[in-house]
């Protein structure tokens, strides 16, 4: 299939959150998506792009889907993959993160893909060593990933991201999900809207072109795609909010609250799903949910993350 | 609307329907009816319990024929009044004050709406308390008894309460009661959570570290007394933070209680700035100072202390230029064991209800007040500020009044007051304006002798 676009390269050697691509940046990495989906879906899986390259999952942070996802693809693609949960490790013997990152580069591996809890730590370690770097979430920074799944999700559901209303509910405040889908979102032209009490919406939202809600029916109303994101549950203990059965009267989607979004309006979360808190086990596995679909999306787009990365590799 | 009424079932029932009329009165109170009214007399026509017609026109030749007509005869007749502040005991102090003990108080002091403050025991924090309270309300009260709810988890100034829950059981404002919120942290969330169900946020401002050991207010009285003091900054400090967190959160912010000229600057500011907040005075701080108490008189420990007198003054100077909003009785039943003690071991409050139209009725006699202003800081502006469709004489308006006559003299005698605690700042005092009748609703709940 000839397409000028796949003649543009992409640009850059990292990929440290969703600030900073072009929309044309991310529709090269949703083209390379699409056709890794239909990689994975035959029954022979296997490519050879990343033959005798190596993945390291640096993961400073528990994880238990995003990191099988990146090992998954990166195997798909012909990848040796390393799993360093540095949780249990070095670290906890006082390491820094930059010896850490110094030590890893010495063993030569070709891409790092990090997780770590403070924002901008992928960023001071995408400094220190020679290889792709990939954030896989920092703090609550960004999360590329994930805001390209949930991108490709849609634009394999609804033909289209620019025009449509997308609400983004519940802890945006704590979510690097959130952030990153705002970023994309808004560069594809979806009109994006942040939903939920005030105590859970950051500051300086409006500035950044997003429309504010604190009341999840006025929120919900004709959005083409409610995005709910994970209460933590050590938030409720912080004071953010009363309870969890207030947040769910109040914030929890449920069949009532979704009647207020279009009528093909599409349910997504990133996982793991806290049901009867933020979302109701009748709307989680309804007819309008992709949730299981994103999972899907979320292989076939780090693979596409992958390829695209390793054309900048040397001899790539 | 606030549910909870007992007084359809315990009084006039066999006359729900028959329409009332008070004629021959002298109507005060807010009105969108014209302002002709005020020059002559009036009366005001009841049908079905609300306001049907109020004015001149309402006279005696004009009414419908099977209306009972009531001859004020020259009296006054305004709304009832709407207390934003006053513990009612129930639950779980019941010892003090019960709903019934509070609200035939409250009648016969021409109260006709009560918040109840929700540090009870337990606090108001669940909705099940705020259904319990409308039961009680219902099944014991002579008046209206308004829930208000917690602002945080039991009283604790830690985590938020569950406001959305509360507010759809009926609570119609939020506040920790007598508990002063220490963490500015967790009053912002408190206030933006509250902003977000457009929920009144009411706080008693007083920095407890501040205030210390201190049992009346700090100075030259204190000295003399050898009592500790509470300097004025304790209530001003922490109310600035507050109007500071109202600016932040856009909250609608109702001061509990101002009791100095500090507070009044502070107000002052947020107002001119235009933001959501109101605040209120007790009857107590209007009317008395710290002088008043005299020989250790424990009925006058009230917190925030009494004042000096020109503070006193300038409360109410405020209160008539409307800086204040509004008059709360902060009404606060303490049996004789807790007041019949040294004065620093003494607990702090005074009853109110029964008294606080008199008490203020004072300031008018003084020429410190207008009647109207005071009868709009107990009826219009507590109304306005809680949403609440009574005080005003408007058609439509739930019927319920008081008459009066502001000059008739009395004393008070605590042996007859309605509370179960007696401890009242006015016993043997010589008042002016005893409530002749009060109605909630279009029925009467009190009628004096």
Redesign the interface.
């Known amino acids: 299939m000839p397409d000028p676009q796949r003649e543009l390269r992409f640009p850059h050697r990292h990929l440290l959150g969703i600030e900073g691509l072009s929309p044309l940046d991310i529709a090269i990495l949703l083209d390379l998506a699409d056709e890794a989906v239909e990689v994975s879906r035959q029954v022979e899986k296997k490519r050879s792009t990343l033959r005798g390259r190596t993945l390291i999952n640096l993961f400073f942070e528990a994880s238990t889907r995003t990191q099988s996802s990146f090992e998954l693809a990166g195997k798909r693609l012909g990848a040796d993959v390393m799993n360093m949960s540095v949780a249990s490790s070095s670290v906890k013997k006082g390491e820094t993160l930059i010896d850490t990152a110094m030590t890893l580069n010495a063993m030569r591996p070709d891409i790092i893909v990090v997780r770590h809890a403070q924002a901008g730590a992928v960023h001071l370690l995408a400094k220190k060593v020679d290889c792709a770097v990939v954030n896989a979430g920092d703090g609550a920074h960004e999360h590329p990933t994930q805001a390209l799944l949930d991108a490709l999700t849609i634009r394999r559901n609804k033909g289209k991201v620019a025009g449509l209303i997308v609400a983004i509910c519940g802890d945006i405040l704590h979510s690097r999900v959130a952030r990153s889908n705002i970023l994309l979102l808004s560069a594809l032209g979806a009109r994006v809207r942040a939903v939920g009490p005030s105590t859970l919406l950051p500051a300086g939202l409006k500035r950044m072109g997003i429309e504010t809600f604190t009341d999840m029916k006025a929120g919900l109303r004709d959005a083409d795609i409610v995005m709910m994101l994970r209460l933590q549950r050590e938030r409720m203990q912080g004071g953010f909010i009363p309870s969890a059965r207030e947040f769910f009267r109040f914030f929890g989607l449920d069949e009532a609250k979704l009647a207020f979004a279009k009528p093909d309006a599409l349910v997504m979360h990133p996982g793991p799903m806290n049901r009867g808190v933020e979302i109701d086990s009748a709307v989680a596995d309804g007819a309008h949910s992709r949730i299981r679909e994103q999972v899907e999306m979320g292989v076939a787009v780090r693979m596409a993350v992958l390829e695209a990365l390793a054309q900048h590799l040397p001899n790539g | 609307m606030v549910e909870g009424r007992g007084a359809k079932m315990m009084f006039s029932s066999a006359i729900a329907h028959q329409p009332l009329a008070l004629v021959n009165a002298r109507l005060v109170g807010a009105s969108s009816l014209s302002a002709e009214w005020r020059r002559g007399r009036g009366g005001v026509l009841i049908v079905d319990g609300l306001i049907r017609d109020a004015g001149p026109g309402v006279a005696q030749a004009n009414l419908p024929s099977h209306a009972r007509i009531l001859d004020c005869g020259g009296d006054v007749v305004s709304p009832g009044l709407i207390d934003m502040r006053a513990f009612v005991g129930e639950p779980g102090a019941e010892h003090r004050e019960t709903i019934a003990s509070a609200t035939a108080a409250a009648a016969a002091g021409g109260v006709t709406t009560i918040l109840a403050r929700p540090d009870t025991f337990p606090p108001v924090d669940e909705a099940s308390v705020v259904d319990f309270l409308l039961r009680r309300a219902r099944d014991t009260g002579r008046v209206r008894v308004a829930p208000s709810a917690a602002l945080t ?1 039991g009283l604790r100034g ?8 509360l507010q759809q059981a009926g609570a119609l404002a939020f506040s920790d009661g007598a508990h002063s919120i220490r963490n500015a ?2 009053l912002r ?1 408190a206030m ?2 509250a ?2 169900f457009d929920a009144l946020v009411i706080h008693y401002a007083e920095d407890r570290d501040l205030a210390g050991e201190g049992v009346m207010n700090e100075g030259e009285f204190a000295t003399r007394l050898g009592l500790s003091g509470v300097p004025r900054e304790a209530e001003a400090i922490v109310l600035d933070r507050d109007v500071r967190l109202a600016a932040l ?1 856009g909250a609608r912010y109702h001061a509990a209680l101002v009791t100095t000229s500090l507070s009044l600057e502070i107000i002052a500011r947020a107002k001119a700035a235009g933001l959501p907040v109101t605040c209120a005075v007790s009857i107590n701080h209007l009317t008395l100072n710290e002088s008043d108490i005299g020989d250790y008189r424990t009925f006058l420990k009230l917190s925030p202390p009494l004042r000096r007198e020109d503070e006193r003054r300038e409360l109410v100077a405020a209160l008539a230029s409307g800086l204040i909003d509004v008059i709360v009785s902060d009404h606060n039943p303490q049996d004789v064991e807790t007041k019949r003690l040294p004065f620093a071991e003494a607990e702090d409050g005074a009853i109110g209800l029964e008294t606080m139209l008199s008490a203020g009725l004072r300031l008018v006699s003084s020429g410190e007040l207008t009647l109207d202003r005071l009868i709009e800081a107990m009826t219009l502006r507590p109304a306005e500020i809680l949403r609440l469709p009574q005080g005003r004489l408007d058609v439509g308006a739930p019927a319920d009044l008081i008459r009066f006559d502001p000059e008739e003299p009395y004393v008070v005698d605590p042996a007859k007051l309605h509370s179960r605690c007696k401890n009242t700042p006015f016993d043997e005092a010589r008042m002016e304006g005893r409530v002749k009748l009060t109605l909630v609703g279009g029925e009467i709940v009190y009628e004096g002798e």
């Open positions: 988890q830690e985590e938020i309460a569950e406001i959305g829950l942290r967790v969330r933006s959570y902003r977000d959160t």
